[in-house]
Protein backbone atom coordinates (compact mmCIF):
# COMPACT_ATOMS: atom_id res chain seq x y z
CA UNK A 1 0.00 0.00 0.00
CA UNK A 2 3.05 2.32 0.41
CA UNK A 3 3.18 2.39 -3.28
CA UNK A 4 -0.01 3.52 -3.63
CA UNK A 5 -0.02 6.25 -0.70
CA UNK A 6 2.63 7.53 -3.13
CA UNK A 7 0.23 8.64 -5.85
CA UNK A 8 -1.50 11.61 -6.07
CA UNK A 9 -4.80 9.95 -8.18
CA UNK A 10 -5.74 7.47 -5.79
CA UNK A 11 -8.29 8.70 -3.35
CA UNK A 12 -7.52 7.68 0.56
CA UNK A 13 -11.15 6.94 0.91
CA UNK A 14 -10.17 4.16 -1.31
CA UNK A 15 -6.59 3.40 0.36
CA UNK A 16 -8.61 2.98 3.55
CA UNK A 17 -11.33 0.37 1.98
CA UNK A 18 -8.46 -1.44 0.35
CA UNK A 19 -6.59 -1.95 3.56
CA UNK A 20 -9.26 -2.95 5.61
CA UNK A 21 -10.22 -5.97 3.32
CA UNK A 22 -9.43 -9.53 3.54
CA UNK A 23 -8.08 -11.75 0.73
CA UNK A 24 -7.68 -15.41 1.02
CA UNK A 25 -5.92 -16.21 -2.54
CA UNK A 26 -5.21 -19.71 -2.99
CA UNK A 27 -6.37 -20.98 0.17
CA UNK A 28 -9.75 -21.42 1.60
CA UNK A 29 -10.46 -19.70 4.52
CA UNK A 30 -11.74 -23.19 6.28
CA UNK A 31 -8.36 -24.33 6.30
CA UNK A 32 -7.02 -20.82 7.84
CA UNK A 33 -10.04 -21.71 10.90
CA UNK A 34 -9.11 -25.28 11.57
CA UNK A 35 -6.11 -25.35 10.02
CA UNK A 36 -5.83 -27.69 7.73
CA UNK A 37 -4.02 -27.84 4.44
CA UNK A 38 -0.47 -25.70 3.91
CA UNK A 39 -1.24 -24.15 7.18
CA UNK A 40 -1.91 -27.27 9.10
CA UNK A 41 1.38 -28.73 8.03
CA UNK A 42 3.07 -25.46 8.98
CA UNK A 43 1.89 -25.42 12.37
CA UNK A 44 2.54 -28.69 12.79
CA UNK A 45 6.23 -28.39 11.78
CA UNK A 46 6.49 -25.49 14.26
CA UNK A 47 4.83 -27.56 16.76
CA UNK A 48 7.53 -30.22 16.57
CA UNK A 49 9.93 -27.88 17.38
CA UNK A 50 11.26 -28.14 20.85
CA UNK A 51 12.30 -24.86 21.27
CA UNK A 52 8.35 -23.61 20.05
CA UNK A 53 6.34 -21.60 22.06
CA UNK A 54 3.60 -23.00 23.19
CA UNK A 55 2.20 -19.77 24.49
CA UNK A 56 2.79 -18.33 21.35
CA UNK A 57 1.45 -20.99 18.85
CA UNK A 58 -1.82 -21.12 20.84
CA UNK A 59 -2.21 -17.59 20.37
CA UNK A 60 -1.43 -17.56 16.73
CA UNK A 61 -4.57 -20.48 16.32
CA UNK A 62 -6.94 -18.12 17.94
CA UNK A 63 -5.40 -15.52 15.67
CA UNK A 64 -6.33 -17.59 12.58
CA UNK A 65 -9.51 -18.46 13.42
CA UNK A 66 -10.66 -15.47 14.02
CA UNK A 67 -9.05 -13.80 10.79
CA UNK A 68 -11.05 -16.75 9.06
CA UNK A 69 -14.22 -15.91 10.80
CA UNK A 70 -14.11 -12.03 9.28
CA UNK A 71 -15.43 -11.58 5.74
CA UNK A 72 -13.19 -11.09 2.95
CA UNK A 73 -12.27 -11.83 -0.53
CA UNK A 74 -11.43 -15.32 -1.65
CA UNK A 75 -9.94 -16.95 -4.80
CA UNK A 76 -8.61 -20.66 -4.52
CA UNK A 77 -8.62 -20.99 -8.30
CA UNK A 78 -9.08 -18.87 -11.51
CA UNK A 79 -7.67 -15.20 -12.95
CA UNK A 80 -6.62 -13.15 -10.12
CA UNK A 81 -7.02 -10.34 -13.07
CA UNK A 82 -10.99 -10.41 -12.34
CA UNK A 83 -10.69 -10.70 -8.78
CA UNK A 84 -8.52 -7.79 -8.49
CA UNK A 85 -11.48 -5.74 -10.88
CA UNK A 86 -13.83 -7.19 -8.74
CA UNK A 87 -12.44 -5.67 -5.91
CA UNK A 88 -11.77 -2.30 -7.20
CA UNK A 89 -15.51 -1.88 -7.93
CA UNK A 90 -16.45 -2.51 -4.63
CA UNK A 91 -14.35 -0.42 -3.22
CA UNK A 92 -14.92 2.59 -5.70
CA UNK A 93 -18.64 1.72 -5.18
CA UNK A 94 -17.73 3.23 -1.81
CA UNK A 95 -16.03 6.00 -2.85
CA UNK A 96 -19.18 7.30 -4.73
CA UNK A 97 -21.53 6.81 -2.49
CA UNK A 98 -24.14 9.55 -2.67
CA UNK A 99 -25.72 11.17 0.06
CA UNK A 100 -29.19 10.56 0.35
CA UNK A 101 -31.35 13.47 0.13
CA UNK A 102 -32.58 14.02 3.19
CA UNK A 103 -34.56 17.22 3.15
CA UNK A 104 -35.36 20.71 1.70
CA UNK A 105 -35.53 22.27 5.25
CA UNK A 106 -34.26 19.60 8.28
CA UNK A 107 -35.95 21.57 10.72
CA UNK A 108 -35.98 19.37 14.20
CA UNK A 109 -33.76 16.70 12.97
CA UNK A 110 -30.53 17.20 15.23
CA UNK A 111 -32.60 16.87 18.45
CA UNK A 112 -34.14 13.38 16.92
CA UNK A 113 -30.38 12.50 16.00
CA UNK A 114 -28.89 13.27 19.01
CA UNK A 115 -31.13 10.60 21.08
CA UNK A 116 -30.88 7.98 18.32
CA UNK A 117 -27.09 8.35 18.66
CA UNK A 118 -26.96 6.99 22.12
CA UNK A 119 -29.41 4.27 21.63
CA UNK A 120 -27.40 2.75 18.10
CA UNK A 121 -23.97 2.87 20.05
CA UNK A 122 -21.89 2.68 16.68
CA UNK A 123 -18.52 4.20 18.26
CA UNK A 124 -17.97 1.84 21.33
CA UNK A 125 -20.73 -1.14 20.28
CA UNK A 126 -18.48 -3.11 17.72
CA UNK A 127 -18.83 -6.65 19.85
CA UNK A 128 -22.56 -6.90 19.37
CA UNK A 129 -25.76 -6.92 17.06
CA UNK A 130 -27.92 -4.46 17.49
CA UNK A 131 -31.44 -4.24 15.80
CA UNK A 132 -33.21 -0.71 16.47
CA UNK A 133 -36.67 0.40 15.61
CA UNK A 134 -37.63 4.36 14.79
CA UNK A 135 -41.59 4.31 15.28
CA UNK A 136 -44.30 6.99 14.70
CA UNK A 137 -47.34 7.79 12.74
CA UNK A 138 -47.76 8.69 9.20
CA UNK A 139 -45.76 12.25 8.03
CA UNK A 140 -44.27 12.64 11.57
CA UNK A 141 -40.28 12.08 9.64
CA UNK A 142 -39.25 8.58 10.61
CA UNK A 143 -37.41 8.19 7.02
CA UNK A 144 -36.17 11.49 6.80
CA UNK A 145 -34.07 10.82 9.78
CA UNK A 146 -33.55 7.21 8.70
CA UNK A 147 -31.56 8.93 6.06
CA UNK A 148 -30.13 11.61 8.60
CA UNK A 149 -28.44 8.87 10.65
CA UNK A 150 -27.15 6.64 7.62
CA UNK A 151 -25.81 9.71 5.82
CA UNK A 152 -23.55 10.27 9.36
CA UNK A 153 -22.51 6.71 9.68
CA UNK A 154 -22.90 4.37 6.63
CA UNK A 155 -18.55 5.24 6.25
CA UNK A 156 -18.16 3.66 9.83
CA UNK A 157 -19.09 0.15 8.60
CA UNK A 158 -17.56 -2.21 6.18
CA UNK A 159 -20.87 -1.94 4.04
CA UNK A 160 -24.22 -0.49 3.98
CA UNK A 161 -27.22 -0.58 2.27
CA UNK A 162 -30.64 1.57 2.60
CA UNK A 163 -33.64 -0.09 1.37
CA UNK A 164 -36.80 2.37 1.01
CA UNK A 165 -39.88 1.78 0.71
CA UNK A 166 -40.20 -2.02 1.72
CA UNK A 167 -43.80 -1.88 2.25
CA UNK A 168 -44.83 -1.47 -0.85
CA UNK A 169 -42.13 -2.91 -2.94
CA UNK A 170 -42.81 -6.40 -1.00
CA UNK A 171 -46.28 -6.16 -2.84
CA UNK A 172 -44.93 -6.51 -5.99
CA UNK A 173 -44.38 -9.78 -7.90
CA UNK A 174 -40.46 -10.95 -6.72
CA UNK A 175 -40.18 -8.31 -4.35
CA UNK A 176 -38.51 -9.66 -1.87
CA UNK A 177 -35.81 -10.94 -4.11
CA UNK A 178 -35.27 -7.61 -5.83
CA UNK A 179 -35.02 -6.17 -2.07
CA UNK A 180 -32.31 -8.82 -1.37
CA UNK A 181 -30.61 -8.19 -4.57
CA UNK A 182 -30.49 -4.71 -3.72
CA UNK A 183 -29.23 -5.43 -0.27
CA UNK A 184 -26.49 -7.62 -1.33
CA UNK A 185 -24.80 -5.80 -4.45
CA UNK A 186 -24.98 -2.85 -1.91
CA UNK A 187 -23.04 -4.28 0.69
CA UNK A 188 -20.61 -6.27 -1.37
CA UNK A 189 -20.38 -4.43 -4.51
CA UNK A 190 -20.90 -6.93 -6.43
CA UNK A 191 -23.63 -6.80 -9.44
CA UNK A 192 -22.62 -10.76 -10.40
CA UNK A 193 -24.77 -11.76 -7.30
CA UNK A 194 -27.60 -10.67 -8.83
CA UNK A 195 -27.27 -13.66 -10.87
CA UNK A 196 -27.64 -16.02 -8.11
CA UNK A 197 -31.10 -14.56 -6.42
CA UNK A 198 -33.50 -16.79 -7.85
CA UNK A 199 -36.04 -16.70 -5.28
CA UNK A 200 -36.92 -15.63 -1.48
CA UNK A 201 -35.47 -18.79 0.24
CA UNK A 202 -32.25 -18.37 -1.95
CA UNK A 203 -31.78 -14.74 -1.04
CA UNK A 204 -32.39 -15.82 2.34
CA UNK A 205 -29.45 -17.76 2.32
CA UNK A 206 -27.06 -15.86 0.70
CA UNK A 207 -27.59 -13.10 3.06
CA UNK A 208 -27.50 -14.81 5.98
CA UNK A 209 -24.23 -17.27 4.71
CA UNK A 210 -22.66 -13.96 3.70
CA UNK A 211 -23.87 -11.22 5.97
CA UNK A 212 -23.04 -13.31 9.25
CA UNK A 213 -19.38 -12.18 9.27
CA UNK A 214 -20.01 -8.68 7.99
CA UNK A 215 -20.13 -5.82 9.82
CA UNK A 216 -22.57 -3.74 8.15
CA UNK A 217 -25.60 -0.45 8.12
CA UNK A 218 -28.92 -1.63 7.06
CA UNK A 219 -31.80 0.23 6.52
CA UNK A 220 -35.84 -1.35 6.76
CA UNK A 221 -37.36 1.89 6.04
CA UNK A 222 -41.17 1.52 5.76
CA UNK A 223 -42.11 -1.65 7.62
CA UNK A 224 -45.51 -3.01 8.06
CA UNK A 225 -45.70 -6.73 8.06
CA UNK A 226 -43.66 -9.73 10.28
CA UNK A 227 -43.02 -11.39 7.32
CA UNK A 228 -40.70 -8.87 5.78
CA UNK A 229 -38.66 -8.82 8.96
CA UNK A 230 -38.21 -12.69 8.91
CA UNK A 231 -37.18 -12.54 5.33
CA UNK A 232 -34.92 -9.51 5.40
CA UNK A 233 -33.53 -9.91 8.67
CA UNK A 234 -34.42 -12.97 10.24
CA UNK A 235 -32.30 -12.75 13.35
CA UNK A 236 -29.43 -11.91 15.05
CA UNK A 237 -27.47 -14.63 14.08
CA UNK A 238 -27.21 -13.34 10.67
CA UNK A 239 -24.94 -10.77 11.23
CA UNK A 240 -21.78 -9.89 11.92
CA UNK A 241 -20.58 -8.22 15.54
CA UNK A 242 -21.15 -4.54 15.46
CA UNK A 243 -23.63 -4.78 12.79
CA UNK A 244 -26.92 -2.36 13.00
CA UNK A 245 -30.29 -2.98 11.06
CA UNK A 246 -32.91 0.17 11.69
CA UNK A 247 -36.41 -0.07 11.14
CA UNK A 248 -38.94 2.40 10.42
CA UNK A 249 -42.66 1.52 10.91
CA UNK A 250 -46.15 3.08 12.32
CA UNK A 251 -46.26 -0.11 14.22
CA UNK A 252 -44.56 -0.53 17.40
CA UNK A 253 -45.72 -3.81 18.71
CA UNK A 254 -44.20 -5.32 14.76
CA UNK A 255 -41.01 -4.13 16.41
CA UNK A 256 -41.41 -5.54 20.17
CA UNK A 257 -42.32 -8.54 18.25
CA UNK A 258 -39.04 -9.24 16.21
CA UNK A 259 -37.10 -8.74 19.42
CA UNK A 260 -35.90 -5.12 19.22
CA UNK A 261 -32.55 -4.32 20.54
CA UNK A 262 -34.24 -0.19 21.07
CA UNK A 263 -37.15 1.29 19.92
CA UNK A 264 -37.77 5.32 19.19
CA UNK A 265 -40.45 6.72 19.23
CA UNK A 266 -40.97 10.20 17.05
CA UNK A 267 -42.42 12.92 18.41
CA UNK A 268 -44.36 15.83 16.05
CA UNK A 269 -42.63 19.06 16.14
CA UNK A 270 -43.14 21.18 19.21
CA UNK A 271 -44.61 24.70 18.29
CA UNK A 272 -41.33 26.94 17.79
CA UNK A 273 -40.30 23.78 15.19
CA UNK A 274 -43.50 23.85 13.53
CA UNK A 275 -43.85 27.65 13.02
CA UNK A 276 -40.32 26.92 11.27
CA UNK A 277 -40.99 24.54 9.01
CA UNK A 278 -44.21 25.99 8.03
CA UNK A 279 -42.53 29.75 7.09
CA UNK A 280 -39.99 28.01 5.06
CA UNK A 281 -42.60 26.32 3.07
CA UNK A 282 -45.09 29.05 3.10
CA UNK A 283 -43.16 32.50 3.37
CA UNK A 284 -39.72 31.06 2.35
CA UNK A 285 -38.25 32.29 5.46
CA UNK A 286 -37.69 30.78 8.89
CA UNK A 287 -40.63 33.22 10.38
CA UNK A 288 -43.24 34.63 9.53
CA UNK A 289 -44.09 38.06 8.76
CA UNK A 290 -45.67 39.63 11.83
CA UNK A 291 -48.89 40.33 10.20
CA UNK A 292 -49.29 36.91 9.40
CA UNK A 293 -48.20 35.45 12.76
CA UNK A 294 -51.49 35.24 14.18
CA UNK A 295 -52.82 33.15 11.05
CA UNK A 296 -49.67 30.77 10.93
CA UNK A 297 -49.98 30.05 14.56
CA UNK A 298 -53.67 29.05 13.53
CA UNK A 299 -52.78 27.66 10.63
CA UNK A 300 -50.33 25.12 11.83
CA UNK A 301 -52.91 23.92 14.98
CA UNK A 302 -54.08 21.83 12.54
CA UNK A 303 -50.51 19.71 11.45
CA UNK A 304 -50.44 18.59 14.79
CA UNK A 305 -46.72 19.15 14.81
CA UNK A 306 -46.78 16.81 11.56
CA UNK A 307 -44.02 17.44 9.44
CA UNK A 308 -45.50 16.35 5.60
CA UNK A 309 -48.65 18.36 7.31
CA UNK A 310 -46.50 21.03 7.74
CA UNK A 311 -44.85 21.01 4.24
CA UNK A 312 -48.06 20.46 2.39
CA UNK A 313 -49.79 23.17 4.09
CA UNK A 314 -47.07 25.91 3.81
CA UNK A 315 -46.95 25.24 0.23
CA UNK A 316 -50.87 25.63 -0.32
CA UNK A 317 -50.95 28.70 1.15
CA UNK A 318 -47.35 30.48 0.07
CA UNK A 319 -48.08 33.23 -1.93
CA UNK A 320 -51.66 33.73 -1.90
CA UNK A 321 -53.43 36.64 -0.74
CA UNK A 322 -54.38 37.13 3.30
CA UNK A 323 -57.90 36.84 2.03
CA UNK A 324 -57.24 32.95 0.71
CA UNK A 325 -55.26 32.51 4.41
CA UNK A 326 -58.27 33.34 5.99
CA UNK A 327 -60.66 31.28 3.87
CA UNK A 328 -58.58 28.57 3.74
CA UNK A 329 -57.91 28.11 7.59
CA UNK A 330 -61.87 28.64 8.04
CA UNK A 331 -62.65 26.15 5.60
CA UNK A 332 -59.80 23.74 6.49
CA UNK A 333 -61.52 21.52 9.20
CA UNK A 334 -65.03 21.58 7.18
CA UNK A 335 -63.22 20.38 4.05
CA UNK A 336 -58.97 20.53 3.98
CA UNK A 337 -57.46 20.20 0.58
CA UNK A 338 -57.40 16.88 -0.60
CA UNK A 339 -53.13 15.88 -0.50
CA UNK A 340 -53.25 17.60 3.61
CA UNK A 341 -56.43 15.14 4.57
CA UNK A 342 -54.91 12.31 3.00
CA UNK A 343 -51.60 12.95 4.61
CA UNK A 344 -53.72 13.60 8.20
CA UNK A 345 -55.98 10.12 7.32
CA UNK A 346 -53.17 8.33 7.10
CA UNK A 347 -51.34 9.47 10.23
CA UNK A 348 -54.40 9.04 12.53
CA UNK A 349 -55.38 4.95 11.25
CA UNK A 350 -53.70 3.82 13.61
CA UNK A 351 -55.16 5.46 16.75
CA UNK A 352 -58.80 5.11 14.77
CA UNK A 353 -57.89 1.33 14.88
CA UNK A 354 -57.28 0.91 18.07
CA UNK A 355 -60.25 3.24 19.14
CA UNK A 356 -62.21 0.75 17.19
CA UNK A 357 -60.82 -1.83 19.10
CA UNK A 358 -62.04 -0.17 22.01
CA UNK A 359 -65.11 0.47 21.45
CA UNK A 360 -65.51 -3.23 20.16
CA UNK A 361 -64.51 -4.76 23.90
CA UNK A 362 -66.65 -2.52 25.52
CA UNK A 363 -69.76 -3.47 23.38
CA UNK A 364 -69.01 -6.87 23.86
CA UNK A 365 -68.36 -6.31 27.72
CA UNK A 366 -71.97 -4.39 28.13
CA UNK A 367 -73.54 -6.65 26.23
CA UNK A 368 -72.04 -9.85 28.44
CA UNK A 369 -73.57 -7.47 31.44
CA UNK A 370 -76.62 -7.60 29.88
CA UNK A 371 -77.18 -11.48 28.69
CA UNK A 372 -76.07 -12.03 32.56
CA UNK A 373 -79.00 -9.68 33.60
CA UNK A 374 -81.21 -11.30 31.69
CA UNK A 375 -80.43 -14.55 32.74
CA UNK A 376 -80.54 -13.76 36.16
CA UNK A 377 -84.08 -11.78 35.42
CA UNK A 378 -85.21 -15.22 33.66
CA UNK A 379 -84.13 -17.64 36.55
CA UNK A 380 -81.54 -19.43 34.18
Same mark, same amino acid.
Given at each position: ?34 ? =? &?S???? *? ?7 ? +?? @???? $? !? ?63 ? =? &?????? *??G ?5 ? +?? @???? $? !? ?36 L ?15 I ?13 K ?40 L ?44 I ?34 K ?23 S ?21
Amino acid at each position: MRSLEGEKKYHPYLLRRLENQRFFLRVKPSEVRIQ =T &GSFGEA *LAKYEDNSD +VN @KEKL $A !KWKVALTKASNLSGWHLSKGDESQLIQRIVEAALSKVNRAALNVAKHPVGIEDNLRELKQLIDVK =T &GTNDVK *LIGICGIGG +VG @KTTI $A !KALFNEFADEFEGSSFLADVREISKQHLGFVQVHETLLIDIFGDNNLKLKVGNIHGGINIIRDRLCHKRALVVLDDVDQLDQLETLAGGHEWFGLGRRIIITTRNRHLLATHGANGIYEVRGLNHHEALELFSWNAFKSNEPAEECLMLSNFAIQYTSGLPLALEVLGSFLCCRTRHQWQSTIHNIGKKPDKKLYEILRISYDAYKIISSLFSWILHVSLWERTEITLLKYLGV
